[in-house]
């Protein structure tokens, strides 16, 4: 197949099929085109550039047994430029995976397979959920950082692969790139080979509108292994022979530059954002397809003679994966972690290793974290824990720990260093990978700076771990630059993430135990000041969500305080200045150190902890939205915090034992008056 | 002063101060230790390492007058590391800013002017709020491009000023560093200096564990000036010279590598993470002052003839803007327009200008803001509009606009390219800067990219606009990773951010118009797709928050739906459904554009628009999170979105008038059965 020249105009254009490759690739190129056009909706254009560079990857260089989607020794694949879906699930599809020509002609629409962007889970084949830019290339770095973590860990003979990766122009703008670019280079990542489509259209046009990046320069700067391919997006031969070069530097990642035209050969389309996010439209298709040698008349046309060749291409997959099991039923290794790693379950004796904490005890729950990881890590093979440059301060620092590193690839110490964006889809890529528990830690307030990549998670269903620790106003003196108020709210309404806020340091420990048992990714909201170890929470059913963590001794409860994380001390303690008081009340508390698991409970066993029939406050230093699902009055924070220490700020923004008191006397008083009326129809 | 030579042992001390400059830069350093040791907490050790550079900055090279903080033509400045807030504190104060020795020895205490981490419009000279790393440098592009816009608008006469930044390495680790520095290298903004503070240390240790970039290497790639200066940090002829060559770059901006050294010359600290967030301690405090030559046992030490040194850098200050103030007296520009540069209000008209339109019509909310914007940008001459490379998509593009750039510096059209997170710093930061009203669009749900500008926006009322489009799975086709859900929820959960989601083009005509008139950043939520102007929108009160939108004709109300943007259409539609329905349910529609808005009303108006004895249904194609404050059910999305054609997903996820009108009968049935409670209490 000839380059495209200087100008779409002067290019040839390639006539017949001088090869069974360029027809494969053309195939590639019609499927990209009636894919949009069918659903009218889509990109075709970047999936047409890119057909040869798929091609020579699905059938030269990437090793995959489609009947086996999850075989652990596979080489990864990620399109971080989702948008261009359709190509790969045409190459899944020619592949062997289970997605048929129906299920591409199903493109866009409801039900399908083949949705907008790749959704792993969802599509046999698809590695990652990508198109929100940059976060394919982050997650890329954790599938290679997976990869040589478990080979240094279970042998090159069972853990022996690659990562590549297709990056567009948006992804290396969006500053997650930077991160996670900057992070491969440091690590070291020689298994990871990304291709940059260097093909200068974005959306609002040019990328020269607002792009003037010397990227190979960039990348060097990084450390990168980086070569420059010009015009050969439609050279098999010349692709291949450069990503076998990438792949052979092994001591730094790799990208390549590949310069690309949008859309070619589409007449008047070629190199115009027109091709990037919309259908060519009929005739465009048509006369673009006889430029290829295609069947106009045909849509989602695939010779017989291509899918040989596909054929051809997963009987070697076959044939690698075989000789893989050959070789796993040889290996030497531990078959119980070879498990634990795979299955994400942590060994024997995980429960027993939890450590008790004695009431009269107090230590921050981010130091209770600490003690419940170093506890437990012998019982987590896979677990490979970091902290955007907080270590210490956020309790992922593991006891007795390698720095991982290129001299060291089993360390489960990770720096992420200042990449809280990057560590999160790093993280994401590290469990989607398998065999790795990825723990992250970072102050709550910086969630802010990767909450991209939670939404993701909770998305695909990655079990990741996130310590957000320093979670309220008590963490004191550094202001309210970084003391959360609306992050608390921000991370219970992303559907499908488990938040724990624990009370103390036994609620963290049931904690721990939830996040390394849940199927998808979990949030634990730690405390910066140390908290008393409360009577009562040991072995708490932090499960449930919710429960009574105590009871007033001689009457039955009048009102329920509802606390979570520090805020619950100050329950107890008005619990006692109520009881004291004249008139008496005689309240519950309640310990909520979740809501999504509170939410899942049975409505009897939530009618039993919240009886209708009670008044409710709920107390939490932050802000009080969403709290009217349960509670009938909020002592919550609804401004920004302020710079002093800890208890001075908790103090004066009204979070003390007396303030909880007074506030719940009063609601009882408005629910006396209104004769036991919830109060938003008395406020 | 000698250089610190290449272990911190060998390095000479300074016995005695050989002139001014020395004897003012280690007093800056005495009270760089003197805070924190007081306050018992903050980062002494790089506001000593950059004393000299601080003093160079402050004595010779910014122009400013701490009479007037406010002075449009100052230079900015600005602390990217915002963790040594107490070297700015201290510059400030030697400075003569409104900001007395004892507001310095209320260092991170309540209620003081000298927070834990800098705040704009809470302390004289504070430029912006830093801290949250890499926000600062994002903000100081943002600077630059105003004073750049503003120069060329109104003449160089009258602003010609630069902006000067100091980032550390974790500004640099930060993804936003890359998206601010590769605009900015892009735009040319030749008037921007940043001084990177290298000093191979970072809180987890020596940035060797997570950090190997070729820095100068990176900010070359580009296209920044950058001079290495290595160990020059004690320098000051150096720093002052080396400034002043950055300065006479004029087409790029500069970066100076600075290797300074943390803590120097604190013993057994210096060049340790232990100098980085703690103080030093009483003892180390006053061995350090020994070897500076200050009085070891003097806190807060400012001696005369430092005093003087810095009122005659004020007096320069004043003189300079005693001339400005009469270039500005003999300006030939129009005033009218000046002023409404400087006060953020528009000009004589805007309210007229705006569009109306008529019911009948249909279009998407995102088309109709283009309609207010076009039709009301020769009104607002500071308007900056930009986008991330979705520049039609969201309504950003203004008509006969010319693209920001060195070429066209007045062009009012920002292309920020694919960088959320640096485009919501940099509207902070033109915001700021003052002169400029900054408008900003993206799809909603990338909103979360640059989330950790929207808080800061907040905290430091900077009147930013963003039009966040493509609001709901409306969306259709680009699938659960474009379509938002939790993102209503989580923005109403930041204090101070107005959030509005109007039903339709009158309802966005009113939410611009509230946009351009509110003190702070406003976040407008909008359709994608097109919606129908509806009856009675026209000059609808979105000021409020939430209005009656319709009654029922002939009888009063029995229950209130309630909708927001694109679902008020529903709401409208099954109020006749249950008009017509057997039994019929007469209902009013209650349209609430503002959460934040309505809550700011006077309960009277609340109780008018939702009466307390009527149950009440909200329908929001989004996460129900929070909805029980105004709502007996909420018909949202617990989960993520699905691609398939827009009206598809809505129908399929049901929202449709028809299910709002089941959803609507079953809300009234359970209410007549349990007479009329709210329906928390029966669920």
């Known amino acids: 197949m000839s380059e495209p020249a200087a100008t779409p105009a002067e290019r040839p254009r390639p006539a017949s099929h001088q090869n069974l490759d360029e027809l494969a690739v053309n195939v590639i190129r019609g499927i990209a085109m009636d894919g949009p056009q069918r659903a009218n909706s889509g990109h075709p254009g970047t999936a047409m550039a890119l057909a040869p560079l798929a091609h020579v990857l699905f059938s030269r260089i990437l090793r995959y047994d489609p009947a086996d989607p999850s075989w652990p020794d596979r080489d990864r694949f990620v399109l971080s430029c989702g948008h261009a879906s359709i190509l790969l699930y045409t190459m899944l599809h020619l592949a062997g995976y289970d997605l048929s020509l129906e299920d591409l002609k199903a ?4 039900g399908s397979k083949t949705p907008g962007h790749p959704e792993v889970r969802h599509t046999p084949g698809v590695e990652v959920t990508t198109g929100p830019l940059g976060q394919g290339l982050g997650n890329a770095v954790g599938l290679a ?3 040589r973590f478990l080979r240094s860990r279970l042998g090159p003979e069972v853990v022996d692969h690659r990562t590549f990766v297709i990056c567009s122009d948006g992804d290396l703008m969006e500053g997650i790139s930077h991160e996670a670019a900057s992070l491969a280079g440091h690590l070291g990542l020689g298994r990871l080979v990304a291709v940059y489509d260097d093909n200068h259209i974005t959306i609002d046009g040019s990328t020269s509108l607002a792009y003037s990046d010397d990227v190979p320069g ?15 997006a439609n050279d098999l031969d010349g692709l291949e022979a450069a990503l076998r070069r990438a792949m052979a530097v092994e001591d730094r990642p790799s990208l390549l530059v590949l310069r690309s035209h949008i859309g070619w050969p589409a007449p008047g389309k070629t190199d115009t954002a ?9 005739e465009v298709v048509k006369e673009t397809k006889r430029i290829l040698g295609l069947p106009p008349e045909e849509t989602f046309w695939v010779p017989e003679e291509v899918r040989d060749l596909y054929r051809g291409v997963a009987a070697r997959g076959a044939a690698a994966r075989e000789a893989w099991c050959s070789r796993l039923s040889s290996w030497r290794g531990d078959r119980q972690v070879w498990e634990a790693h795979w299955s994400g379950q942590p060994l024997p004796g995980f429960a027993e290793a939890l450590p008790r904490f004695e009431p009269g005890a107090s230590l921050a729950t981010r130091r209770a974290i600490k003690a419940c990881v170093d506890a437990t890590a012998p019982m987590l093979p896979g677990l490979l824990a970091g902290s955007a440059d907080l270590t210490e301060n956020t309790g992922v620092e593991l006891a007795d720990a390698e720095t991982q590193s290129a001299a060291t690839p089993g360390g489960r110490q990770v720096h992420y260093g200042i990449r809280e964006h990057a560590m999160g889809a790093v993280m994401n890529g590290l469990a989607l990978h398998g065999g790795i528990l990825p723990v992250g830690g970072t102050f709550f307030v910086f969630s802010d700076y990767l909450r991209p990549t939670l939404r993701l998670a909770a998305m695909s269903r990655a079990k990741v771990v996130h310590f957000f620790t320093h979670d309220s106003i008590g963490l004191g003196e550094d202001g309210p630059t970084h003391q959360p108020v609306e992050h608390l709210a921000s991370l219970r309404a992303i559907p499908g993430l488990q938040v724990v806020r624990p009370a103390d340091a036994n609620e963290t420990a049931q904690a721990w135990r939830l996040a390394v048992h849940s199927p998808g990714p979990t949030a634990l909201v730690l405390s910066r000041q140390a908290l008393p170890v409360l009577p009562g929470t040991l072995g708490a059913p932090v499960e449930r969500g919710a429960y009574v963590l105590q009871d007033p001794k001689d009457s039955p409860p009048v009102l329920v305080l ?15 200045l109520l009881a004291s008081a004249e008139p008496s009340l005689a309240v519950r508390v309640v310990s909520m150190p979740s809501w999504d698991r509170f939410a899942a409970q049975e409505p009897a066993y939530q009618a039993e902890v919240l009886p209708p029939e009670l008044p409710r406050l709920a107390v939490e230093a932050a802000s009080p939205f969403g709290w009217e699902r349960y509670a009938d009055d909020v002592l919550g924070l609804d401004r920004f915090g302020a710079s002093a220490p ?5 103090a004066r923004l009204g979070f003390t034992a007396e303030a909880v008191a007074e506030r719940a006397q009063a609601l009882w008083a408005r629910w006396q008056e209104h004769g036991g009326s919830p109060s938003r129809r008395t406020r």
């Open 218 to 232: 960039r990348f060097r700067a990084y450390g990168w292994h980086v070569e420059e391919l010009g015009e050969m």
């Open 562 to 576: 509802i606390g979570t994380g520090s805020e619950v001390q100050l329950c107890l303690r008005a619990a006692e």
């Open 145 to 147: 950082l997976a990869e």
């Open 107 to 110: 493109f866009r629409q409801w």
């Open 274 to 282: 027109a091709a990037h996010g919309s259908p060519l439209g009929e």
């Open 646 to 650: 800890g208890e001075v700020v908790m």
